[in-house]
């Protein structure tokens, strides 16, 4: 007996907040929502390890286009570090390298702590999905390869001490994209001189983003196909934090097609910055402004909602 044939793939553009469960991979989940929706196109905007859950915003169709806006935004996490442990993947899943005695208190972490605020360097894990080479880190890592990982900026904007169970920590913690939170659990363990790893992990937010009105898989399965649809969000909310520009009919054909066009008015202080830009029926896509002409970086596909009107004038 042959398999059932999958139906057709069809497009479909907006965001979707996705509540994913934890030992599920990204991709996994990702190739999940791809099939309920029976989408052409998917790509989530940050990769939560499988050990993690909470949010991972999956982006559909033209959404895919404009991910790279959401990537860049500050995420924030609850954190569950576990003292006196140092594991090989610096998390739960690791196999144990030491095990040392925890002689901490709540004022000894909370100092601790106020010293990981602000830009750092962090070197990233050897057990992450960077690529050295053209091959992940860890592949390289499970065959006992040392291999360079330059240590990397990032920002730790806010971290706060929710519960303190020894040996167990639970932290909300505010960051910036790049940030390995298992990475700063074991940093953390080694300035308080008994090593840690990362127990648990959940995404709570993700640029403006939350956790809360997110779906799970489940729900989503267990939905009509216009319910399902109803949850995504316009693509237009990956670019809502920049400066908006609209641009009459006439304009917004060139720009569809890749041209700079002229700006009649330019609001001082708007020069040379990252404009969304908008056209009669929605979002046309972003672009640079120089000099009184727009200068597109990221443009909506061709037959978008938001492009029909705009092509046909062209």
């Given at each position: 007996?042959?398999?059932p044939?999958?139906?057709?793939?069809?497009?479909?553009?907006?965001?979707?907040?996705l509540?994913?469960p934890?030992?599920?991979?990204?991709?996994?989940?990702?190739?999940?929502?791809?099939?309920?929706y029976?989408?052409?196109?998917?790509g989530?905007?940050g990769?939560?390890?499988?050990?993690?859950?909470?949010?991972?915003?999956?982006?559909?169709g033209?959404?895919?286009?404009?991910?790279?806006?959401?990537?860049?935004?500050?995420?924030?996490?609850v954190?569950?570090v576990?003292?006196?442990?140092?594991?090989?993947?610096?998390?739960?899943?690791?196999?144990?390298?030491?095990?040392?005695?925890?002689?901490?208190?709540?004022e000894?972490?909370?100092?601790?702590?106020?010293?990981?605020?602000?830009?750092?360097?962090?070197?990233?894990?050897?057990?992450?999905?960077?690529?050295?080479?053209?091959?992940?880190?860890?592949?390289?890592?499970?065959?006992?390869?040392?291999?360079?990982?330059?240590?990397?900026?990032?920002?730790?904007?806010?971290?706060?001490?929710?519960?303190?169970?020894?040996?167990?920590?639970t932290?909300?913690?505010?960051?910036?994209?790049?940030?390995?939170?298992?990475?700063?659990?074991?940093?953390?363990?080694?300035?308080?001189?008994?090593?840690?790893?990362?127990?648990?992990?959940?995404?709570?937010?993700?640029?403006?983003?939350?956790?809360?009105?997110?779906?799970?898989?489940?729900?989503?399965?267990?939905?009509?196909?216009?319910?399902?649809?109803?949850?995504?969000r316009?693509?237009?909310?990956?670019?809502?934090?920049?400066?908006?520009?609209?641009?009459?009919?006439?304009?917004?054909a060139?720009?569809?097609?890749?041209?700079?066009?002229?700006?009649?008015?330019?609001?001082?202080?708007?020069?040379?910055?990252?404009?969304?830009?908008?056209?009669?029926?929605?979002?046309?896509?972003?672009?640079?402004?120089?000099?009184?002409?727009?200068?597109?970086?990221?443009?909506?596909?061709?037959?978008?909602?938001?492009?029909?009107?705009?092509?046909?004038a062209?």
């Amino acid at each position: 007996m042959s398999a059932p044939r999958r139906p057709p793939r069809r497009r479909v553009d907006g965001v979707l907040l996705l509540d994913k469960p934890a030992h599920l991979s990204s991709n996994a989940a990702l190739q999940r929502v791809r099939r309920l929706y029976g989408a052409e196109k998917a790509g989530h905007a940050g990769t939560l390890d499988p050990l993690a859950s909470g949010l991972l915003p999956i982006c559909l169709g033209a959404a895919t286009r404009f991910a790279q806006f959401l990537l860049d935004a500050r995420k924030r996490y609850v954190a569950t570090v576990r003292f006196g442990i140092t594991t090989t993947t610096q998390d739960a899943e690791g196999e144990v390298v030491l095990a040392r005695p925890v002689a901490l208190d709540r004022e000894a972490l909370a100092a601790a702590l106020s010293r990981f605020l602000g830009p750092q360097m962090q070197t990233p894990p050897a057990h992450s999905a960077l690529k050295f080479e053209g091959r992940p880190y860890y592949e390289y890592a499970r065959r006992g390869i040392e291999i360079p990982r330059a240590p990397r900026e990032v920002t730790i904007h806010a971290w706060r001490l929710l519960e303190w169970s020894p040996p167990d920590a639970t932290l909300d913690v505010e960051c910036s994209k790049g940030t390995y939170v298992r990475t700063l659990a074991a940093d953390l363990g080694e300035a308080l001189g008994c090593g840690a790893h990362l127990a648990a992990l959940r995404r709570t937010a993700s640029g403006g983003f939350d956790v809360a009105d997110a779906a799970t898989l489940d729900a989503l399965a267990a939905m009509s196909d216009e319910a399902r649809t109803a949850l995504l969000r316009p693509v237009s909310i990956l670019v809502a934090h920049l400066p908006r520009l609209d641009l009459a009919a006439t304009e917004a054909a060139g720009f569809l097609q890749g041209r700079a066009v002229a700006v009649p008015v330019i609001t001082e202080g708007r020069d040379a910055r990252l404009h969304a830009v908008f056209g009669p029926d929605g979002l046309l896509g972003v672009a640079d402004v120089r000099e009184g002409l727009v200068h597109p970086r990221r443009v909506m596909p061709a037959g978008s909602p938001s492009t029909r009107r705009s092509e046909a004038a062209a």
